[in-house]
Every structure is written in C-alpha cells, then in structure tokens.
C-alpha cells in the first residue's frame, strides 16, 4: 500500500524480498542495483545499473578481506545480491562491444560466484550463447583419490597436500578442449607470452601435456606454474562441479577454493592445536635437544608464534622452526641460495639441488603434512596479485610462513594449493 498511498516518493525493493509479497507488482520492477525500482512506465535500468557499478558502489570488499571473516559471513553471503545486476550488465558489455570491461566484470562475477555456491548457475549463463560451448560433463573422478590427497586444517577446512601440479592441471585444461570450450581453454592455459628463446623452449617442455612413463616422469608431478589468478578460480571451480556430482563421493557438497591469508598461514604453520586463526595469537610446541647436532628431541617447549622463533613450518621432523638449513648443513625448502652455498642434492651451485622448481615431495611435510608450503613456488591466496610462502627464486629469508609475496602477472615462482571446504558433510 505505501507507493499507491505515496505517489511522489520512488520506492525500491530489496532483491531477497520474497516472491509471494511483490507477486502482483513484480512486472513493474525494474534491478537497478542491489534492489529493484517499482515504475509504471519502461524503465532503462542498465544506465542506473551502469552507473552505480562503474561510479557509485563501493566494491573493494568484494575483491579484498578486509576483516579475515569465514566464507558465511553476513557480507560474503549477501554478496551474492550483486550478480543479478553484475550478470545484467556484464550482458550489456558484451552486446555494446566493450570487451575489456566485460572480461574484468567477468573475473569478479566468477569470484562472488564460487564464493556463493552459485557458480555452476553463473557459468551456465556466461556460456550461453558462445559458439562451441557444451554443457557441464561430468568426468570419472576418483574421489578416493581427491579425498585422500587433502588433509584436515579443522573439522570442515582441509588443505592440498601439494601444489597443483601440471598432470592435474592438464586434466582440467584437456576437459576444455573436449567440452569444445575453446574460447576458455585460451584463457585458462598457460601463459608463456612473456618468455623468449631460450626459456621459452624449456617453458612449453614444462607445460607440456606428456604422459608420464616408467622411465620418463617428464615435469607432470611438478607444480603448475606460469597460471593466471583467473585461471586458478576457473579450475578451483571445475574441481567443485565435477566432485559435488561424483557417486560414492565422502562428502555431500564441497568448495575447492583459494585460501584466505589467515587460511593459508594457519595451514602453514603446521600445528593441528592452533587456538585462532590470527597466526601471532597461537602456541606451538617445538622440540629443543640438547645438543644442537641432533635433529629429534623427546622434550617440547611452548614457544609463542609471535617473533621471530616460528618463520618455517616443520614441526615433527627437526627442532629448530627458525631455519632454513638441518645441522648438517641441508636446505629444508626449495629456496635461492648464493652460488656458494654447498649443495646436498645432484645440481651443482644450488643449495638444495634444484636449479628451478622441484618435484612436489621432495622435502619433508609440516606437521598437518602439506608439502613445500614454503619455496618451491609461492602459492596464490584468495586476494588477486598476493601469494604467500616464497619460491625456487626467493632467498629463504623470504620464504617463510609469514611471507607475502606480490605479483602482477603468471610467472614461473607463482602456483597454486587447492583447499577444500566441507559445505554440508
């Protein structure tokens, strides 16, 4: 009754209004936003729409967390009231030829998307329409296998036990291209555009979509690098779809996601006792022999995260969680180290015996047995251009659980870890 009883006022309405109590002017609303408009004539929202996405709305909350609030939290929730406009006008964007915006709109709808549990409905109508573009196939995943490689971070949060590596991110990839989603395959496949001769050849050896034989592992068990951020989100969620529909699957409904900042750290710091998830508030216990040449120690210490005591995460195998190299002078991680420094391994002039990126595995696990969550390559969080724990090409001193390393771009010290989030058991 208030618009017929106040006919001068414009009135909006909220897009989580029930149904039932707009069923008789709901031909007469228009999304304009985050609510809908009631106007008796036509009324062009895409301008309004427009004009509160590109020069009103505030929306670094969306890319950035601001607060470290869990995925259900009220405003990661209600984020979700953004893809209506977003999709409308990110339809407008395309039909108007204005390609480059519709592709940065695109990446935040995936994100809110994947965050919401609707990404499987957005990606259905992003695709529609595109030459070639089939609907979602279900492969045959072994779930066993999946759920065998993730390990518990909590109760419903669990991390990858390693860095993605090129073998399971060329399953996703070759999904593309038998799907006919072409277009997508371009996008998500690996960026080798900055490279020259003779990198460039050693490059697309690396990427390369061999099968691994007895006699040659060629590069599949090492991590994918060289992947967009984009790229990293569109896997995370082909992972979800193709799980959330597999039979004999352990859980009912997951999310392969990006971890947060404070996600990622917690995992890192490898303490499966860690009392909260903002990493300077926690405990942890070490061992402390006697005698600094011996690695195991039957006695513990508590020692606070806070400080400099606690910068790498192996926990359960060696004493000191301050330091990058055993007692005998071995390197823990896969780091950069001076040419001088005495190699333990086959390359020569490394440190550690990899000129490059290892072999995921190749150092021992933290204590909640996530391999090389620090060197190797730096991982990829939930906030685009941040990636955490250093890399092949960082000094150790920079490749600590507290690392935040930035990027603008694919490059070959940058991967990703896959976590896994229990929605419903």
Known sequence: MLPAQNPNVTFYYALTVPQDNIAAIKDRLYVVG????????????????????????????????????????????????????????????????????????????????????????????????????????????????????????????YAGEYEVTNEAYHRFLTYLLQQKQEEQHSLYDFDLSGYDEPALSFMKTYTSNYVATKRNKYFTRHPAVNVSYEAALAYCEWLTQQYNHQEGRKFQKVKFRLPSLREWQIAALGYDKFQSWELDENIVEVNVPKNEKDELSKGFRKIPVKGNDILYPWYKHYNYRNKALNSFGCSLGNFKYPESQKSCGPAKNTGDGFLMMSIVGAYFPNGMGLYDIVGNVAEMIDEKGKACGGSWNHPPEESTIRSINEYNRPNPAIGFRVFMEVIEP
């Open 34 to 157: 985050l609510a809908s408009q009631l106007s008796q004539d036509r009324l062009d929202n895409i301008p309004i729409i427009r004009e509160n996405m590109e020069r009103r709305f505030l929306l670094d909350h969306l890319t950035v967390d601001f607060n470290g609030e869990s995925e259900f939290s009220s405003g990661k929730v209600l984020a979700a009231n953004y893809l209506v406009p977003m999709l409308m006008l990110y339809e407008h964007y395309q039909n108007n030829g204005e390609q480059t915006k519709a592709r940065d709109l695109e990446v935040l709808i995936n994100k809110i998307s994947i965050m919401s549990g609707k990404g499987r409905y957005v990606a259905n109508f992003l695709n529609r329409g595109k030459s070639g573009q089939a609907p979602l196939a279900i492969i045959d995943l072994n779930t066993k296998a999946v759920e065998g490689s993730f390990k518990p971070v909590n109760q419903t949060l």
